[in-house]
C-alpha cells in the first residue's frame, strides 16, 4: 500500500468521503489516504493529524515526496486538536483505531466539530459504543459496510450530525443499516463471531474462579441475538 495504490479497506473508507471536500485524516500514519484523495482530484485539501512522531515524519514525507505540500498540512497533534478553525474542514476520517478510542477522540474534543462534518469512521472493534456516542450526540448514521481483508473484519460507518436519533439496543449492537441490509460480508463476520461467542461461554463454564454472573449474561445475550439474526 502507498499513496498511490491504497488497501481495500481505505479505498472503501475513500468512496465515502465526499466529492470536493476539505478532509482531516486523523491518526492518519503516512498521510497515504488525504494524499491519494488529493492526487485524484476527489478533495480540494486535507490535513493530515498524528499523535506520534514516528508516523508524523512517515507522512511528512509522502506529502513532501508527493509535492503537494499546499494542499496537504500534516500537524503534530493530539486527536481533533489537528484541526484549526481556519481550515474550513467539511469531513473526517478515523481508520484503523478501537471504536473507544475513535469516540474518547471524538467526545474529547466535541467543541472543534461544527457539527457540519461528515464522519468517515472505521473501527477496529468497539463498533457498539461508537455509535452509542453518534446517537447521543445527535449522529444518524447514513451508510455502513463491512468488509474482510488479511483475515481481518472491517467495519466502516459513516454519520452526520442530523438532530436526535434513537437506536435500539440490538441496532447499536450490529449496526442499524447493516441489519436492513445484511451483506454476505456482514453475515460472515457474524458467522464467525458467534463460534467465538461458543467458545467463551464454554471456557466461563470450565474456569477455575466464578466469572461474575453479570458477564456470563452478557455474553449468553449476544449469543441469544446473533442466533436469531443468522436463523
Known amino acids: 500500500m502507498n499513496e498511490q495504490t491504497l488497501s481495500m479497506r481505505l ?3 475513500a468512496a465515502h468521503v465526499p466529492l470536493g471536500a476539505r478532509l482531516a485524516d486523523i491518526g492518519s500514519d503516512h498521510a497515504y489516504l488525504p494524499v491519494a484523495l488529493v492526487r485524484r482530484g476527489a478533495i480540494t485539501a486535507a490535513v493530515a493529524g498524528e499523535v506520534a512522531l514516528t508516523p508524523f515524519a512517515a507522512a511528512e ?3 513532501r515526496e508527493s ?3 499546499s494542499q496537504v498540512t500534516v500537524r503534530l497533534a493530539n486527536g481533533l486538536e489537528a484541526i484549526e478553525p481556519s481550515d474550513g474542514i467539511t469531513a473526517i476520517s478515523l481508520c484503523g483505531m478501537g471504536g473507544e478510542t475513535i469516540r474518547d477522540i471524538l467526545d474529547s474534543a466535541k467543541a472543534r466539530l461544527s457539527g457540519q462534518e461528515r464522519l468517515i469512521l472505521q473501527p477496529n472493534g468497539g463498533e457498539q459504543p461508537l455509535r ?3 446517537m447521543e450526540n445527535d449522529y444518524r448514521i447514513l451508510c455502513e459496510e463491512v468488509l474482510r481483508e488479511n483475515r481481518f473484519d472491517y467495519e466502516i460507518i459513516v454519520a452526520e450530525r442530523t438532530g436526535p436519533v434513537l437506536y435500539t439496543a440490538q441496532e447499536l449492537y450490529f449496526g442499524p443499516l447493516q441489519l436492513q441490509s445484511r451483506s454476505p460480508a456482514f453475515l460472515a463476520k457474524w458467522q464467525r463471531l458467534l463460534r467465538q461467542k461458543h467458545k467463551t461461554l464454554a471456557s466461563f463454564a470450565q474456569a ?5 454472573e453479570a458477564k456470563v449474561q452478557a455474553v449468553a445475550r449476544e449469543v441469544k441475538w446473533i442466533t436469531a439474526l443468522l436463523a
Open 132 to 134: 452509542q456516542w453518534l
Open 208 to 212: 477455575r474462579q466464578a466469572v461474575p
Open 61 to 63: 514525507r509522502t506529502v
Open 11 to 13: 479505498e472503501r473508507v
Open 67 to 69: 509535492e503537494l505540500e
